[in-house]
């Protein structure tokens, strides 16, 4: 449960978060946590029953894709594309924070500490808000607003 | 012609989703986080390869949809330059109708005198009014003929000379225009306001470029050099107005040309040059 709450929740949210700003479309936050919150529960999920990392992935995209489908209908190819834009981005800042975090510490030593777990996820879950930030203050996104789309 | 592009979009974004869960899935498995699967693996492969068969594809109707939009392009311009040349015809139907009317009237009424004197200012007019274009590019002659009646019409004095005759591919005739239709405005506006109202539009060419000249009088600006280097030469900034020689700059940066100011007393110069080997591309 503290997995949940700690790792795949916070994770899943970052992610829809990222898709969300890809998207250019802008979500209430409440939809938004909505979708977090329930593909972070099926990531937890899906993490202890496949044991295959494609397969875990793909179950992630494909959930995040139906859960932003079902909370707005409209432009559902453009979130989904930006949903599997924003989780490879996603894993990409994971792969280079566990590289850099392997570092200092013993990757096998962070099954032992929650807290150390925690140290070491926190700098992935910064960068990629950082990103966020990044492409909301330069108002990217990968498709224009409906009304800026005749330029 | 959305449907590819849309296709385009999701088959790009679903390999690079694909390729990416590959290589941090390897790493994944390799430091034991997972178990490695050599079925899945495998039929990722065989996905990502699928997509890369169906890339090929999408990737030719992207590059025949961009060539039909090109050409659409084109089209587009030629209409708007027929519009404009229909409408100074439908002009010229009226004002002869108007001239043949008091031609009449003079005529009945017996004043030959005025008759003549008449006739002979009208056809002074009309005269000055004919002139002949012939650049080598149909676009181009259409945009030229178009500006010069304009200017004519505005009271301007205009002088046209071509000493070279234009090849352009059809990507470079749309940059061509783009750039010669913003120089023709801004120098007629420029030329409109000042007290001599004189246009000089000069084609002429060496070995390596087309060289354009449009010479033009102005009204007194500050800072006008200043002004030519950022920003619109004529631009009021209240009006933010000005973006044509931004347009310019980088159309001709694009196709690799040059152009400058000279600003003189009284006349005000600008120098396009474009080189003929980039021009003449077909792309």
Same mark, same amino acid.
């Not at chain 1, 096998?108 to 492409?135: D, M, N, Y």
């Not at chain 2, 492969?45 to 039909?68: A, H, P």
């Not at chain 2, 002139?131 to 030229?144: A, C, M, Q, Y």
């Not at chain 2, 801004?186 to 060496?206: H, M, P, Q, Y």
């Given at each position: 449960?503290?997995?949940?709450?700690?790792?795949?929740?916070?994770?899943?949210?970052?992610?829809?978060?990222?898709?969300?700003?890809?998207?250019?479309?802008?979500?209430?936050?409440?939809?938004?946590?909505?979708?977090?919150?329930?593909?972070?529960?099926?990531?937890?999920?899906?993490?202890?029953?496949?044991?295959?990392?494609?397969?875990?992935?793909?179950?992630?995209?494909?959930?995040?894709?139906?859960?932003?489908?079902?909370?707005?209908?409209?432009?559902?190819? @453009?979130?989904?594309?930006?949903?599997?834009?924003?989780?490879?981005?996603?894993?990409?800042?994971?792969?280079?924070?566990?590289?850099?975090?392997?570092?200092?510490?013993?990757?096998?030593?962070?099954?032992?500490?929650?807290?150390?777990?925690?140290?070491?996820?926190?700098?992935?879950?910064?960068?990629?808000?950082?990103?966020?930030?990044?492409?909301?203050?330069?108002?990217?996104?990968?498709?224009?607003?409906?009304?800026?789309?005749?330029? | 012609?959305?449907?590819?592009?849309?296709?385009?979009?999701?088959?790009?974004?679903?390999?690079?989703?694909?390729?990416?869960?590959?290589?941090?899935?390897?790493?994944?498995?390799?430091?034991?986080?997972?178990?490695?699967?050599?079925?899945?693996?495998?039929?990722?492969?065989?996905?990502?390869?699928?997509?890369?068969?169906?890339?090929?594809?999408?990737?030719?109707?992207?590059?025949?949809?961009?060539? @039909?939009?090109? @050409?659409?392009?084109?089209?587009?311009?030629?209409?708007?330059?027929?519009?404009?040349?229909?409408?100074?015809?439908?002009?010229?139907?009226?004002?002869?109708?108007?001239?043949?009317?008091?031609?009449?009237?003079?005529?009945?009424?017996?004043?030959?005198?005025?008759?003549?004197?008449?006739?002979?200012?009208?056809?002074?007019?009309?005269?000055?009014?004919?002139?002949?274009?012939?650049?080598?590019?149909?676009?181009?002659?259409?945009?030229?003929?178009?500006?010069?009646?304009?200017?004519?019409?505005?009271?301007?004095?205009?002088?046209?000379?071509?000493?070279?005759?234009?090849?352009?591919?059809?990507?470079?005739?749309?940059?061509?225009?783009?750039?010669?239709?913003?120089?023709?405005?801004?120098?007629?506006?420029?030329?409109?306001?000042?007290?001599?109202?004189?246009?000089?539009?000069?084609?002429?060419?060496?070995?390596?470029?087309?060289?354009?000249?449009?010479?033009?009088?102005?009204?007194?600006?500050?800072?006008?050099?200043? @002004?030519?280097?950022?920003?619109?030469?004529?631009?009021?900034?209240?009006?933010?107005?000005?973006?044509?020689?931004?347009?310019?700059?980088?159309?001709?940066?694009?196709?690799?040309?040059?152009?400058?100011?000279?600003?003189?007393?009284?006349?005000?110069?600008?120098?396009?040059?474009?080189?003929?080997?980039?021009?003449?591309?077909?792309?």
């Amino acid at each position: 449960m503290l997995d949940i709450v700690l790792f795949s929740i916070p994770e899943a949210l970052v992610v829809a978060w990222l898709a969300n700003t890809l998207s250019g479309t802008r979500l209430p936050r409440l939809k938004l946590m909505f979708v977090g919150a329930i593909t972070g529960v099926i990531s937890n999920f899906t993490r202890k029953t496949t044991s295959f990392f494609a397969l875990h992935m793909i179950v992630y995209a494909c959930a995040m894709a139906v859960l932003f489908g079902i909370v707005e209908t409209a432009n559902a190819w @453009k979130r989904g594309v930006s949903v599997i834009i924003a989780l490879p981005l996603y894993l990409l800042v994971e792969y280079y924070n566990i590289l850099i975090v392997r570092h200092f510490v013993s990757l096998e030593r962070l099954g032992e500490s929650l807290v150390l777990k925690l140290l070491c996820f926190a700098p992935q879950i910064f960068a990629t808000l950082l990103l966020i930030l990044f492409l909301k203050r330069t108002g990217f996104s990968l498709f224009l607003n409906p009304q800026n789309e005749e330029v | 012609m959305e449907r590819y592009y849309r296709w385009a979009i999701i088959i790009f974004s679903i390999q690079v989703f694909l390729l990416t869960i590959l290589v941090p899935g390897s790493w994944a498995e390799r430091l034991g986080y997972f178990y490695p699967s050599v079925l899945i693996t495998e039929i990722l492969r065989v996905v990502v390869f699928v997509l890369c068969i169906t890339s090929i594809c999408i990737i030719r109707q992207l590059y025949i949809t961009s060539i @039909k939009m090109q @050409k659409q392009q084109l089209e587009l311009m030629q209409i708007k330059n027929l519009k404009e040349q229909n409408l100074m015809y439908r002009q010229h139907r009226h004002d002869l109708y108007n001239h043949m009317t008091v031609i009449s009237g003079l005529a009945q009424l017996g004043k030959l005198d005025g008759l003549k004197r008449y006739l002979d200012a009208y056809i002074k007019n009309y005269s000055e009014s004919l002139f002949n274009v012939d650049t080598g590019l149909k676009e181009v002659d259409v945009l030229f003929y178009a500006k010069i009646s304009k200017a004519k019409s505005l009271g301007i004095d205009v002088q046209y000379s071509c000493q070279e005759t234009l090849l352009a591919g059809a990507e470079q005739v749309i940059s061509l225009v783009t750039i010669l239709a913003n120089a023709l405005d801004n120098a007629i506006e420029a030329a409109a306001r000042s007290v001599g109202k004189k246009l000089a539009i000069t084609i002429r060419g060496d070995l390596m470029d087309y060289i354009f000249e449009i010479a033009n009088t102005y009204r007194p600006v500050p800072d006008l050099e200043k @002004k030519l280097q950022t920003e619109g030469c004529y631009a009021q900034p209240e009006q933010r107005r000005g973006h044509g020689i931004g347009i310019m700059r980088r159309t001709v940066r694009r196709l690799q040309g040059n152009m400058a100011y000279d600003v003189l007393p009284g006349m005000c110069r600008l120098t396009i040059e474009l080189p003929k080997i980039i021009l003449g591309e077909t792309g």
